[in-house]
């Protein structure tokens, strides 16, 4: 353990804006959920009724977990279902940045060589992801803390226990395999299926659900029965996955991992372009995120049929899908709120395939292919192609998945598979201006280039909570996502959608014009 708190302060520099932004932003989420709830549902009649539906309509079930009360604080747990997933997310990608980026980067062996004990550095990344967490479960519980104490407690406790599970996942992940990407892959495999299996457990009142470290947090019913004990299956978790990791990080060569990757061709002419060398560096991003978001898309298609039946006697619950939808028709609004949370996920791959670049660069891999006849704009076009191309691809897929679940549900495929991906494809605009704002970022300001995360988390704050509180328009239009057309069952305005085209345009060019003149590194 020789070197951990030098190790620790380290991260907590080079994140010093990362962590409290993350933090900061899902603290205040579930405070702001209950005020909307209180504006929305008045009284306790309301409320039981918003309740009875909820817990029966598969739909919300499935996204956002199961609801066992009908207080301000048991309809705002389950509200903020979905959020356990990304702080699992963040938690996860925060504890393989600090030890399998590092180690491909060098800078492992490097510090290594000094007088650092073998258990440091992953000690250090999970330390410091474990007590964000901590944090992030005080700050909520303090937030809270009006509307019941114990409740507040043990809700704040859930998104933390959630995001320290899957920290010892990603710790695992980064021991597993050869490669930052490869852990990242995995990991979010993981988390993936985790969702899933919770979603559709959820749906069907399976015990299954228990499988998933997704559902440990919502069965603790905080301001309900409050149920404290299944805190204690993500802390076993945790000690099984450290323990497995610090044992493989000790017996492994550096750079090594228990799963070898796959070898290569003997001949490398499928490198021959830049848009080749792209191709190989992205293909299982782009083909991880595709075939998870047409997954999503087959899960929650068949449960958006189900809306308009189960939702036409609460007027409450009416009002607040509309709001998130933009349309009149209940189904229609629900299948736009969806597209509206799937397109900051395909949002999340652009940036990160445009990212790319900026880690080939930081590891001393774009500069020998640039020493080469090979141009930086040949060299950047390859990476921007599938930042842009990719996302396009994947709101295809989703689309087409959601028409055939969706469809077939109402024995219509035909008619509903062409609005359910022009319902994708209309988000794509908004997601390219946050892959232009990667793009721009590093061409001009390198250095800078994480803050197309910060951006992202912006609109995603903006987009689960502007709506319901009617955020002036001035504040909601800073995310591309307000500008969307809400499809289906919305008029198609093609003025947003060329005007958010023409930024992201700008924003690549921008980036392309900087990268050209600015030095490598």
């Given amino acids: 353990m020789t070197g951990t708190w030098p190790l620790i302060r380290l991260i907590l520099r080079r994140d010093r804006v990362l962590l409290p932004l993350w933090v900061l932003i899902l603290c205040s989420l579930p405070a702001t959920y209950a005020a909307s709830f209180e504006g929305l549902l008045p009284d306790a009649a309301s409320r039981h009724q918003y309740l009875v539906t909820t817990a029966d309509t598969p739909s919300m079930v499935s996204l956002l977990g199961p609801v066992f009360g009908d207080s301000i604080g048991a309809l705002t747990a389950q509200r903020v279902g979905i959020l356990y997933a990304i702080v699992a997310l963040i938690s996860l990608l925060t504890v393989i940045r600090h030890t399998r980026t590092e180690e491909d980067a060098g800078r492992r062996e490097l ?21 964000a967490n901590l944090l992030l479960a005080l700050l909520i519980a303090a937030t809270l803390a009006g509307r019941g104490a114990g409740g507040a407690l043990l809700i704040g406790l859930s998104f933390g226990t959630a995001g320290i ?10 021991q597993l395999t050869e490669g930052a990407g490869a852990a990242r892959g995995l990991a979010i495999t993981v988390l993936g299926a985790a969702y899933l ?3 559709a457990a959820d749906t ?16 603790t019913r905080p301001f309900a029965e409050e149920r404290w004990w299944p805190l204690l299956l993500p802390l076993a978790l945790l000690a099984v996955t450290a323990a497995v990791a610090y044992r493989i990080s000790v017996g492994r060569d550096v750079g090594a991992g228990v799963i070898p990757a796959r070898l290569g061709p003997a001949e490398g002419n499928g490198l021959a372009s830049p848009l080749a060398l792209a191709w190989r560096l992205q293909r299982g991003l782009l083909i991880g995120w595709t075939v998870g978001l047409g997954v999503a898309g087959l899960a929650l298609g068949g449960t958006v049929s189900a809306v308009d039946e189960a939702l036409k006697d609460n007027p409450q619950m009416a009002e607040l899908m509309a709001r998130l939808g933009g349309t009149a028709s209940l189904s229609d609004a629900f299948a736009a709120g969806l597209f509206a949370i799937m397109a900051i996920f395909v949002a999340a ?3 990160q395939a445009a990212l ?17 006849a090979v141009g930086r704009l040949r060299w950047a076009a390859g990476h921007v192609l599938f930042a842009v191309a990719g996302p396009a691809l994947a709101l295809v897929v989703l689309g087409v998945a959601l028409g055939i679940s969706y ?11 062409p609005r359910m991906m022009g319902a994708a494809l209309v988000q794509l605009p908004a997601a390219a201006v946050l892959t232009g704002l990667a793009v721009a970022l590093f061409g001009l300001l390198p250095r800078l280039s994480a803050a197309a995360w910060g951006a992202l988390a912006v ?22 996502f307000t500008h969307t057309p809400h499809l289906p069952g919305g008029d198609l305005s093609p003025t947003p959608v060329l005007a958010l085209t023409a930024v992201a345009a700008a924003l690549i060019a921008a980036g392309l014009y900087g990268f050209r003149r600015r030095d490598i590194g």
């Avoid at 599970?165 to 980064?174: D, I, K, R």
């Fill in 204 to 219: 069907s009142g399976s015990w299954f659900a228990w499988v998933s470290p997704l559902a440990w947090g919502p069965q």
């Fill in 459 to 480: 609109c995603l704050l903006l987009g689960q909570v502007g709506a319901i509180l009617q955020l002036n328009q001035a504040i909601l239009d800073i995310s591309p």
């Fill in 165 to 174: 599970t899957f920290a010892g996942v990603g710790a695992l992940a980064a």
């Fill in 407 to 417: 469809g077939g549900a109402l024995n219509d495929v035909g008619g509903q598979m």
């Fill in 356 to 372: 790319r670049m900026r880690a080939e660069e930081t590891g001393l891999r774009a500069e020998p292919v640039l020493a080469t």
């Fill in 111 to 131: 510090i290594a060589a000094t007088v650092v004990g073998r258990y440091a550095a992953l000690s250090a990344a999970l330390i410091v992801t474990v007590a």
């Fill in 349 to 351: 791959y652009g940036i």
């Fill in 197 to 199: 299996v919770r979603a």
